[in-house]
């Protein structure tokens, strides 16, 4: 396969490879960089990385592939992570899941790049006590009632209109 | 009183969820217009976590609380006067005194929701660096004597006796050794850990120099999951502290000792809890589960000895050697020494940390301290010990929360969590959740796990939409048989705990 490397992105990601002194066992950071930078990890920002850490592409798309915070699409404009494990369960998170899915009218799972809204099923955000709990970019948000969802999603709006 | 009042307002992921945030600048902006000189104290959280965000105002007589406190409850706060203590309707009185709080035993978390997580003269004037500044003092067989006498057990949830490990990686032959802490809290049901770190963040990193100093490692790293943002940011501040402090050095306070701590950040899978999975991770590999033996004090990160502990199992060690082990080791029941740091979640009227020692019943977990749940509507069940522990009928309530009297259950204790369901829990739905969370999270690497959670979740439906329903309930019990006995670690290995724990005490609710 041949991969494009989009030649701009090039020198940001090798800075990001060298912040980390190429050290493959830093591959995660490295990804956690490149992911807050471009928003996902391109075919071609995966080629410079394994080129930078002196491993291969297949090891490197294996790594990203594994680990559900990483993604290989561009994202949507914001990603709510609704929490779907018991605890959250126990206090109505599939019913805020359904209602979520409703009122934004996607799925769980990958949205299209610049969506509105994304949603991903999170397990756990270590807010159990005061669930249903979501997360948005690295604000948390506990007892969220589907009043609280449409306040927030509004809010997201709002800002990005400023 | 001179100068200006503290006032303690929480800056714990929970209590921010619950507008920590906007009421610390309310009551700035309310203090401001009235001319009022006061200093904002972002501490931990006392773990009441149905009252934040939690308002503390320190008075000559104690610190009061007020909670839960909205911005816009700030101005009446205000008016009644709660600069002084006064009386209003979200006062509690002395925060020390509040029985949710009162009747803990707190030794894990003696410090948090209590000091400015990010102050090392505040830490140590609350009791830290005594076990390290002990520690530095002793011999490494010493130190290691000392945990094993305090009987500290692994609060990961595996619940391994913790100088047992730390012994055997003295032993292991080696210059380099690391000791890594485990903070990839995934069990649902669970926060100690994140409460801990963001509230008491010294804590942590003092006991893990400690083990470094047990075992001859002078690298540690902490794998915090990715889920845990303002943790995240507390450690690395911490970090950044302590090492300017000397206390993470190439010479710590001039005793010749050295020992550093990186941060590394998870990425989202649930399996990097499991300890082989979380150092593939550390090197920068799939978390994949490995095969054991080798275990990691001998044999770990880089294929070096290492130490693989909780954070709550390594915060625990500074007041293990600064009190001495029998001071710990008399807390607790049988072989469950000390104290464990219990979280009641779910529907649950006052959920949050209930440190206690072991032997507290579940009943008295999630009645007494908990207050039944939240919605008012009766509980039917808890699943204790995360998604791979079990279901607990309310007639189970008795049983004494140690590792042995869970275990003679069919239970387990795991990390503590204390998930409470009502009465409108549908348990079938459940146990195939159960089986569902072992389909996404399992690494892939052994067949009974990666195959046998779809098959499991298959089958499941087939009972529920009520085909024959015999044969499927014994393949499902041949499945979990399989499942337990056959699986390379606890995720494919327990999942069959809440699917058949449900299914024993919840026929009902699987058609027929």
Known sequence: MVTLIDTSQEPLIREICDRHQNKPDELLEILHDIQATDGYISDGALKIVADALNISRAEAHGVVSFYHDFRRTAPPQATIKICRAEACQAVGSEELAHYAEATLNTKFGDAAEGADFGLKAVYCLGNCALGPAMMIDETLYGRVTPERFDAVCEDQRTNRRQ | ?512
Not at chain 2, 39 to 53: A, C, F, H, Q, Y
Not at chain 2, 73 to 85: H, I, K, P, Q, R
Not at chain 2, 177 to 187: M, Q, S, V
Not at chain 2, 292 to 298: N, R, S, T
Request: hydrophobic share 40%.
């Open chain 2, 1 to 512: 009183m001179g100068g200006s009042v503290k006032v303690y307002v929480p800056c714990d992921a929970a209590a921010l969820s619950v507008g920590a945030d906007e009421t610390a600048a309310a009551i700035a902006a309310a203090a401001k217009k009235r001319n009022i000189k006061i200093d904002i104290v972002r501490n931990g959280s006392r773990g009441m976590l149905w009252l934040e965000p939690l308002v503390e105002v320190a008075t000559p007589d104690g610190r009061i609380a007020y909670g839960p406190v909205r911005a816009d409850d700030v101005e009446t706060l205000f008016d009644a006067g709660f600069l002084s203590g006064g009386d209003h309707t979200l006062a509690h009185g002395k925060t020390e005194d509040i029985a949710y709080f009162a009747n803990q035993q707190r030794l894990t978390f003696m410090r948090c929701g209590v000091i400015d997580p990010l102050d090392l003269s505040d830490y140590e004037a609350h009791g830290g660096l005594a076990g390290l500044r002990k520690a530095l003092t002793m011999a490494p067989e010493e130190i290691v004597d000392a945990v094993t006498a305090s009987g500290l057990r692994g609060r990961g949830g595996a619940g391994f006796p913790a100088g047992v490990k730390w012994k055997t990686a003295l032993a292991a032959p080696g210059a380099e050794k690391y000791i890594c802490c485990n903070a990839d809290e995934g069990d649902s049901g669970t926060f100690a850990d994140r409460m801990l770190m963001e509230g008491d963040p010294f804590s942590l990193l003092e006991g893990m120099v400690i083990a470094g100093l047990a075992v001859g490692a002078e690298t540690g790293f902490i794998y915090i999951r990715s889920e845990y943002p303002h943790a995240i940011r507390t450690m690395r501040r911490a970090v950044e502290l302590f090492s300017s402090a000397g206390w993470l050095s190439d010479d710590i306070t001039g005793g010749g000792k050295r020992f550093d701590i990186h941060i590394r950040v998870g990425a989202g899978a649930y399996i990097c809890g499991e300890e082989s999975s979380m150092l593939e991770s550390l090197e920068g590999k799939r978390g994949q589960v490995k095969v054991k033996p080798p275990i990691p004090a001998i044999s770990g990160l880089f294929g070096k000895p290492t130490i693989v502990n909780n954070v709550l199992t390594l915060a625990t060690t500074p007041i293990i050697l600064a009190k001495g082990a029998e001071y710990y080791s008399n807390f607790g029941d049988g072989k469950s020494r000390g104290t464990q740091p219990f979280q009641l979640a779910g529907d649950i009227a006052r959920g949050g940390l209930v440190e206690t020692a072991f032997g507290v019943t579940l009943r008295e977990l999630v009645e007494t301290f908990g207050g039944g749940t939240r919605s008012g509507i009766p509980v039917r069940a808890v699943q204790a010990g995360g998604p791979l522990g079990a279901y607990i009928p309310a007639s189970g309530f008795d049983v004494a929360m140690t590792y042995e009297a869970m275990a003679a259950d069919g239970a387990m204790l795991g990390h503590g969590g204390v998930v409470v369901f009502n009465d409108s829990v549908d348990m079938a739905r459940q146990a195939r959740f159960a089986m569902e969370f072992c389909e996404i999270e399992s690494c892939g690497k052994c067949t009974p796990c990666r195959i046998g959670a779809v098959r499991g979740k298959e089958v499941i439906d087939r009972i529920i939409a009520n085909e024959s329903r015999d044969q499927n309930f014994e393949i499902l019990s041949d499945l979990c048989g399989l499942m337990t006995d056959a699986s390379l670690c606890a995720m494919g290995g327990l999942t069959p705990m809440p699917v058949q724990s449900a299914i024993k005490h919840f026929p009902e609710d699987f058609g027929g």
